[in-house]
Structure formats: C-alpha cells, structure tokens
C-alpha cells in the first residue's frame, strides 16, 4: 500500500549513476489493495530492467516473507535493500561498491536521515535520533568490530545473506536478527556516513505510536 511514492521511487532508482546492464530493480508488492499493483503494471511496461515480485495477502511473514520470496527470483552479486519511501543521491552505488572494495565488507548499512525534518518537533526529534544512531554504531564498530543493519538502506552479498539463513519470519526485528547472525558467522558489517539513505519520519504522535 505505498501509492503514493512507489512511483517516486522507482524514477529514483533509474537516475542511479550506474551501468543499466548491472542494476535489476525488483519491487515486491505484498498484497497491496490499493492503487500500488496498478501503477507498478504501468511502469513496469516502461522500464525494462523492473522486476515486480508480488505476494499474496495471506502470505505471512511480514517484511521477512516478502524478502526471502524475492530471493529466489534474485541472481545479483549485491542486494540493496529499501523501503518504499527511500531515497538516493545519484551516486550511491558507486560509492558503496567502493567502500566495500576499501574495507573488504560483507554487508553495509548507510546512514538513515531525515528528508522531512523540518515538518515538526517530532521529525526533528527522530532525525536526531537517527543521526545518533549512527554515531554510536561508529563508535561500537571502532571499539570493538561491531555494528548492525538498520532494515532501509542495507546492502548485502547475496552469498553471504543465504549461508546466514536469509530472513527470520518469526521477528519483528529482522535487521536486528540478521546482525547477530552476520556477526556469529565472522561476517563484517561496515557503516557508510555519506551518501546517507533518506526516508520520511511520521509527523504525528499516533503514527509513531
């Protein structure tokens, strides 16, 4: 049910600096009932390299069970991972192949911000939030080799996410599951500052509720 930027993120997507004939974008529709599955025919009609993976309602397994269904369709080296309301600066694939060349990684998580932070009170409380984050899991990961993926914006060798078990259906936390187990496994997971993942915090108490 992510009509309204869905389409917004797709475009993001194709202005990506970066070969067309390396880059498959795949969107998985998870039992939408609203316009989202339309739009998504349409534009997938448009674009030649856009997958559409799409669930059933009755699925189950939340985020996890739409993930590890995608998988299989999957044959990338690389996942990026993102949410519906992501966004990217043009060259952030670049820049992270790179920085997974320089420090030998096994998977990456950017730095989530804020893109409507000057909404409110509370968007500016959660780009704080945010922006600490990120700071402590620098500071964890120079101290002691440790840091986790954050669910949007989390970049992944394929191999690697297989051997670990690919995604627990059974937790709400799923990044946080994968972590541990990327961390059990001797995998490395390295933080990127910039270019950082952007994403809409919720503007009202009830929402983040």
């Not at 893109?115 to 959660?126: E, G």
């Not at 945010?130 to 970049?155: H, K, P």
Request: charged share 25%; aromatic share 8%.
């Amino acid at each position: 049910d992510e009509e309204n930027v869905i389409a917004r993120l797709v475009e993001r997507l194709l202005n990506l600096d970066y070969p067309k004939n390396k880059l498959t974008i795949y969107i998985v529709d998870d039992g939408s009932t609203d316009k989202t599955p339309l739009i998504l025919d349409k534009l997938s009609k448009e674009v030649e390299n856009l997958k559409i993976i799409s669930r059933s309602p009755m699925a189950g397994g939340g985020k996890s069970g739409a993930l590890n269904y995608a998988l299989q369709f999957l044959q990338g080296e690389w996942i990026l991972i993102l949410d519906a309301d992501a966004q990217l600066k043009q060259d952030t694939l670049k820049r992270l192949f790179s920085f997974v060349r320089e420090g030998s990684w096994s998977a990456v998580q950017l730095r989530k911000s804020v893109l409507n932070v000057s909404k409110n009170f509370l968007t500016k409380c959660q780009s704080m939030e945010m922006a600490m984050d990120a700071i402590f899991q620098y500071g964890r990961l120079s101290v002691a080799g440790v840091s986790e993926l954050r669910g949007n914006g989390q970049f992944i060798k394929r191999d690697v996410l297989l051997e670990c078990g690919s995604f627990n259906e059974d937790t709400v936390t799923d990044d946080l599951d994968l972590s541990l187990r990327l961390l059990l496994s001797k995998s490395r997971i390295g933080i990127l500052w910039d270019p950082p993942v952007m994403e809409e915090a919720v503007e009202n108490i009830s929402a983040l509720f």
